[in-house]
């Protein structure tokens, strides 16, 4: 049970990941893979601000600044110097593998009577429990703070962005600067759940980030799948299933190693529920075709 | 009022591929002038109309827009004075987003997209009775995505977005091309009907002699990159569709 309730756990504090990908990859038609780099980036500056004795406030405020810079660096060499989007992430990530080393001045960071978001609130004396409100509560408010921000006029403009570029500049919206502060948001994002995960497994890891933006990719389209099965357009709903895609993704997981799976065989597993996860409503079209 | 002051556009300049697209073209329209623009592919005429709207730059000559000197500033920051209708339904609206929120960015063209939420009650009421006056009873479908309109509607619509906000310069490049007949007459009659109402100046590229003849107070015919004849108002309304073919074969 324990493996499942951790499974839980850990969906939630990926859900910074896949809210994330969503926004670069859904909204804004970025394939950002900064990703990896910016979520290792997020656990390290939690793991250096904390060992330090820094508050967790000031700690938090250094995690979404150290991702949206990272994100905004990607975006700027995308949009200034017109480089693959794709390529940039690369770019970015790779640095940003030096970058961690050299902040943490190791390859791993334990945690060990630091501060702790987990341990600020004592809503039960379970602490898996425990965990598990915290975390409903953080991703609640990141929820509602992103759907929020896509019901603005400013959103509408990041929505139009990735959707018709041409419509929203003829509009006098500079998209460069757009998808610029995109990618901030959505790397702040992801740092946010390296800031959690760092706090919840008790360390942070100069490789934890290695093949993470896959979690938000299978997240993110578990998530559609679901949005097209429930025909959804509302952006509420679209979040809400992103989310419940970043648990389910989680979840299968825990499955497939509870299958008694080799954990050396994890990526591969991963990577072989995504392709499922893709081909599958293909395979059912062409099925339909027939 | 719109002034191009000796504009020349050469693309991929010294290349063994550069095309003279624009050629030291000096042009004025007046306010409340409808430009009508003819030429055959390749004469310059979309260029034209991107270097006004800002969507490339000239490779010399100044572009004036109201007196006030255009040349450096890019199609976003244009979009104070103009507004676009694409040849391409796709690209003046964006597919995923309802109707509702494609007219309220159309609404801010001229401001600033803030961090407050403008699709309210009364402003989907505002656009349901600006949409009624198309008689496409669209007004009740306003939660809809764009992209599951037809294309005549959606040129229909954008049309209607570009006076949803202060509009002094419409530019309309050949924004029946894509549609049929019956949708095309459509939609060249609401931009008729649009440009008289708010006063606009504005600019059509057409291949439609018929439409080239019967819309607008000011006729042009292009042709490798200059302006071969130019027909104001008294002068335009004496040429008969037949001379306008004649120029095209």
Request: glycine share 8%.
């Amino acid at each position: 049970m324990d493996f499942y309730i951790t499974a839980l756990l850990q969906g939630l504090c990926f859900a910074g990941i896949a809210l994330g990908i969503y926004i670069s990859m859904k909204i804004f038609n970025i394939p950002d893979i900064t990703t990896d780099g910016s979520y290792a980036l997020g656990g390290i500056v939690t793991g250096v601000m904390l060992t330090h004795g820094y508050p967790l406030s000031v700690s938090l405020i250094a995690v979404l600044a150290a991702g949206a810079l990272a994100g905004a660096l990607t975006g700027i060499i995308h949009t200034w110097l017109k480089i693959n989007a794709l390529l940039a992430g690369i770019l970015v990530m790779t640095a940003l593998y030096s970058v961690n080393l050299t902040i943490a001045g190791r390859s791993n960071l334990p945690l060990i009577n630091t501060a702790s978001v987990f341990s600020v609130f004592g809503f039960t004396t379970d602490p898996n429990l425990n965990n598990l409100i915290l975390l409903i509560l953080v991703v609640a408010i990141i929820t509602g703070f992103i759907g929020y921000l896509l019901k603005t006029d400013f959103g509408i403009a990041m929505r139009a962005t990735g959707n018709s570029e041409t419509m929203i500049r003829a509009l006098g919206v500079n998209t460069n600067r757009m998808k610029i502060i995109g990618l901030a948001l959505a790397n702040a994002l992801t740092a946010l759940s390296g800031f959690l995960i760092t706090q919840l497994q008790g360390f942070a890891d100069i490789s934890m980030g290695i093949g993470i933006v896959i979690i938000g990719l299978g997240s993110v389209i578990i998530g559609e799948t679901l949005i097209n099965w429930f025909k959804l357009t509302s952006v509420w709903g679209s979040l809400l299933l992103v989310l419940a895609g970043a648990v389910v993704f989680q979840m299968v997981l825990a499955v497939t190693l509870a299958l008694g799976v080799n954990a050396n065989l994890l990526k591969l597993v991963t990577a072989i529920i995504v392709l499922l996860i893709v081909s599958l409503p293909r395979l059912a079209l062409l099925k339909s075709n027939d | 009022m719109i002034k191009l002051d000796n504009v020349t556009k050469i693309f991929n300049k010294g290349q063994a591929n550069e095309v003279r697209a624009i050629e030291e073209l000096s042009l004025t329209i007046n306010p409340q002038e409808y430009v009508v623009i003819v030429g055959a592919n390749g004469s310059g005429k979309s260029t034209l109309l991107n270097l006004v709207a800002g969507s490339i730059r000239p490779t010399s000559g100044e572009i004036i827009l109201d007196g006030q000197t255009v040349t450096r500033l890019a199609d976003y920051e244009r979009s104070r004075w103009i507004a676009r209708v694409f040849q391409n339904p796709l690209s003046g609206t964006a597919p995923d987003l309802s109707i509702l929120d494609n007219f309220r960015l159309a609404a801010l063209r001229t401001q600033r997209k803030g961090f407050g939420i403008g699709t309210t009650a009364a402003f989907k009421k505002q656009v349901q009775e600006k949409v009624a006056t198309l008689g496409m009873e669209l007004e009740n479908k306003l939660e809809q995505p764009m992209g599951t309109l037809s294309g005549g509607q959606r040129q229909a619509l954008t049309l209607l977005m570009s006076v949803m906000d202060e509009c002094r310069i419409l530019l309309l490049d050949e924004p029946t091309a894509a549609l049929d007949p019956r949708s095309a007459n459509l939609v060249m009659e609401a931009a008729n009907q649009l440009i008289n109402n708010f006063k606009l100046t504005a600019i059509l590229i057409t291949h439609n002699l018929k439409d080239a003849h019967l819309y607008g107070n000011r006729l042009i015919q292009m042709g490798e990159g200059r302006i071969l004849q130019d027909f104001a108002t008294v002068n335009k309304s004496k040429l008969t569709q037949n001379k306008i073919f004649e120029w095209f074969s």
